[in-house]
């Protein structure tokens, strides 16, 4: 859906004296999101986010490389490219001199919507995001969590099959974030592929397919969500042994020499020991693990649950632009 | 394709601006205060003097209203341009409208037509009062449109330039802008007063014609042509570029650059009345052009993201000389191209005589040719040295770089103008254009003819000084040339550049 091709933007900051300088905010990306995904995109202020995600919508225009969504090279057809994005920026503004229902009105007309069918599509965006009462308010006297979802109201007024949100659940209440996630999974599930920015990475982690790290302009790492949490929980081995998945074993009982049991085991390494069972690292398969569960409990420990530990996203970000993991 | 009626009965940003603007409890106060202005205030304005014994209280009241109008609509609903897209930057909304599906003359005429709306409302709340005045002012109601339909066009002229510079503006100048746009407002603004004085004093048949190459124009429909066709020329850059990203934006390219010189060319000689004479007027075309190709040579001017753009497509080729003196071969070709028109021009046996206030010669072609080439190094020296300080790292270069050239030009001419008496000798004219060239524009015959030598270094300097400047680009170019390196050493080596990207 999205292509990202050898991407590379340069500017100059222009700040104090101390900030002045040129910055790489995009280093030769390379990413390809296909349809249907919940993309997130996470690293910290500075990373380039903002900019990949302006240059992805054609606002900004790449120092080189090209991205093609949905097959269309934005930089060389940035109208024919928008017309399948909706974008929402992370310092957003409405127009507060507008009604509510004016102001999706404005974008019905330059999305270049049939006449007839803009009434239609407002009403039923504003049932979707929850503010049919205020279709008559000045945009003004809205809250933010409410300015929000006009934004997305907005963003999606001309049913694109690809949204751009930038930080879009900064300065929202908990609740309005709960009602946001639940609004991300449900166009999700209308087949819309979401490309989202947050700092807030426990909320990415509940709603995206995928994530990318960025970094100083460069990917960190990218690809499906569970495989990078996987990865990432990987804990290195002792010498010479690979990097292993962290498994619990807890006991029913405290009696049986858990620790001596599985210090005779060649993959498990890095034992962390109590009397309700032991925290360790096995640096084999699923199916390695599985047989070594079997042994366990033939020998007539009372295991009374077994799982592998993985860390959260906000961790293994952590773990990962501190260059721990790889 | 833009159909007329998208344009301007169903342009969306057209509508928007109203829908804010002209809200009925706005328009009723608006309506309030213009009724009240022109019952207490306007009528207390125009001295009876003013209106002369001929028309009495009638036509001071109707040249009142008039200049109200004028004023309302050309300030007010200028700075409303003026914010148009600036302010749009400032909220971030202006990023949600280029993402639409507006086409660019949509969102320009929109912004064009809709930002001043409540300045023109205004303006027809005052109608009224002008038609209480006609039948007391020795005016005809033709008279009457006749002003008004000046007035719309040079509004409009003047709010596309406003809204022209509103798309460049960068958000902290909106200020200086301001009054840098008041300064311009008085160009529609003075010659529309003027006419109205003019009128006011001696009639409407004061303002009736205008020569032009000979030719006798209505002065209205001229004017009104005039004021259109450089509306046209803001449009077509606000087309070009209001939805590229700002920091992309070229107004014009270097052909239709190159048109709007001509343009400017062809309507100054033939209205100011040096067409009679080749010399005349290729000393007025050319301080003419001092501003034209200045102003054209800035728009074409490249910052460091465009330079760094440029770079990259250069890759394989390299870096060429002809990169280092940009943006002098379009403009030296912009100068030659323009500089013949006064030869063309003035070939018409019907153009008016030069008044006998100004000094003729024959022209000199040899002259001619030196004048036309110096003028052009001339130009394309500050602009090469403009173009080298743009890319200059910190902040606002560009504009150090004009600030720079200010001060120099403003030392040199106290230095050589001041404590120098007018009628220089020939030769001590010749050797301050080497540092300030703008002494070409006051060579006649006679310093040419006996100083042609130290005019040819004077000549010679340019280039040398082009060189210099384009020398300096070349290395700014080359150190942009190379990837900057900033990235501090807490960034763990794996991710730094040239380190393969994970990507699963």
Same mark, same amino acid.
């Given at each position: 859906m999205i292509r990202i091709e050898n991407l590379s933007k340069e500017y100059d900051l222009a700040g104090g004296s101390d900030k002045q300088g040129p910055v790489v905010a995009a280093d030769r990306l390379n990413l390809e999101i296909p349809a249907g995904e919940i993309y997130g995109l996470v690293g910290p202020n500075g990373a380039g986010k903002t900019t990949a995600l302006k240059m992805i919508c054609g606002l900004l225009v790449p120092t080189s490389g090209r991205v093609l969504v949905n097959g269309v090279d934005v930089e060389a057809r940035p109208e024919d490219a928008q017309k399948y994005i909706g974008y929402l920026a992370d310092f957003f503004a409405l127009y507060d001199d507008l009604l509510v229902w004016e102001y999706l009105d404005y974008f019905g007309h330059a999305y270049k919507l049939a006449d007839n069918s803009i009434p239609g599509r407002i009403e039923y965006l504003l049932v979707l995001l929850g503010l049919q009462t205020k279709r008559? &308010?000045?945009?003004?006297? #809205?809250s933010r969590g409410m300015k929000q979802r006009l934004g997305i109201a907005r963003a999606i007024i001309h049913d694109p099959p690809v949204l751009v949100l930038d930080e879009p659940t900064a300065g929202l209440d908990p609740q309005a974030r709960i009602d946001f996630k639940k609004l991300i999974r449900d166009l999700h599930k209308a087949g819309k592929t979401i490309l989202i920015t947050s700092h807030l990475l426990g909320d990415l982690q509940e709603i995206c397919t995928s994530i990318a790290i960025l970094e100083k302009g460069r990917l960190v790492k990218a690809g499906h969500l569970d495989k990078i949490l996987e990865e990432g929980s990987l804990v290195p081995g002792a010498q010479g042994t690979p990097a292993g998945q962290r498994v619990r074993v807890k006991l029913a009982t405290p009696g049986f020499n858990l620790q001596q049991w599985l210090a005779q085991?060649? %993959?498990?390494?890095?034992m962390t020991v109590d009397p309700s069972g032991a925290l360790f690292s096995f640096g084999g398969t699923d199916a390695e693990l599985a047989e070594l569960m079997k042994a366990l409990i033939a020998t007539g420990a009372p295991v009374c649950g077994v799982e592998k530990i993985t860390d959260s996203l906000e961790q293994v970000y952590s773990r990962l632009t501190k260059g721990e993991v790889m | 394709m833009n159909d007329p009626a998208a344009l301007f009965l169903k342009n969306p940003e057209l509508i928007r601006n109203l829908r804010i603007q002209m809200r009925p409890k706005r328009m009723a106060v608006a309506a309030a205060i213009t009724g009240i202005v022109s019952l207490i205030i306007l009528p207390a304005l125009w001295p009876e003097a003013a209106g002369g014994a001929r028309s009495g209280w009638g036509m001071g009241y109707l040249a009142s209203v008039l200049l109200f109008q004028s004023v309302t609509i050309l300030v007010g609903g200028g700075i409303a341009c003026l914010q148009s897209i600036s302010r749009e930057k400032e909220q971030n909304t202006f990023d949600y409208q280029r993402i639409t599906r507006l086409s660019p003359l949509e969102l320009t005429m929109g912004k064009l037509l809709g930002a001043p709306s409540m300045a023109y409302f205004i303006g027809v709340c005052l109608i009224p009062s002008a038609l209480i005045a006609l039948p007391k002012s020795g005016w005809s109601f033709g008279d009457l449109l006749d002003s008004w339909i000046l007035l719309f066009f040079g509004a409009i002229a003047f709010q596309a330039f406003a809204v022209l510079m509103s798309m460049v503006l %960068?958000?902290?100048l909106s200020t200086g802008a301001i009054l840098l746009f008041l300064f311009f407002a008085g160009i529609p603004g003075m010659s529309f007063t003027t006419l109205m004085l003019t009128r006011g004093a001696h009639g409407v048949a004061a303002t009736q014609n205008i020569n032009f190459y000979g030719i006798s124009f209505p002065f209205t429909p001229f004017f009104s042509f005039v004021y259109a066709s450089f509306a046209a020329w803001f449009i077509l850059a606000l087309e070009r570029n209001i939805k590229r990203d700002p920091a992309m934006y070229e107004l014009l390219t270097p052909l239709q650059a190159l048109g709007f010189a001509g343009w400017t060319n062809f309507l100054f000689i033939g209205t100011v009345? #040096? &067409?009679?004479s080749r010399d005349l007027a290729q000393v007025g075309s050319m301080w003419v052009n001092v501003t034209v190709f200045s102003a054209l040579g800035l728009v074409l001017l490249r910052n460091r993201d465009r330079a760094r753009r440029r770079l990259r497509e250069l890759d394989e080729q390299g870096l060429t000389w002809l990169e280092a003196f940009w943006p002098a071969p379009y403009i030296l070709i912009g100068v030659i191209a323009t500089g013949f028109l006064p030869l063309l021009l003035t070939s018409g046996k019907s153009n008016p005589p030069a008044p006998t206030y100004m000094h003729t010669e024959p022209l000199n072609m040899s002259l001619f040719l030196f004048r036309l080439v110096f003028f052009g190094l001339w130009i394309c020296r500050d602009l090469v040295y403009l173009q080298w300080m743009y890319l %200059?790292?910190?902040?606002k270069p560009l504009l150090r770089g004009i600030l720079y050239l200010f001060v120099y030009y403003t030392a040199l001419f106290v230095l050589f103008f001041v404590h120098s008496p007018m009628n220089l000798q020939p030769g001590e004219a010749a050797f301050q254009s080497i540092f300030v060239p703008i002494r070409v524009l006051t060579m006649d015959a006679a310093s040419w003819n006996s100083a042609a030598s130290t005019w040819f270094i004077a000549l010679v300097s340019q280039v040398a000084l082009m060189y210099f400047f384009a020398f300096l680009h070349r290395q700014e170019l080359q150190s942009l040339a190379t990837r900057p390196k900033t990235y501090p050493s807490s960034v763990p080596p794996a991710m730094r550049p040239g380190a393969p990207a994970s990507v699963s």
């Open positions: 008559d &308010a000045f945009i003004d006297g #809205l085991h060649p %993959r498990v390494s890095s | %960068r958000r902290s009345p #040096l &067409a009679s %200059r790292p910190g902040r």
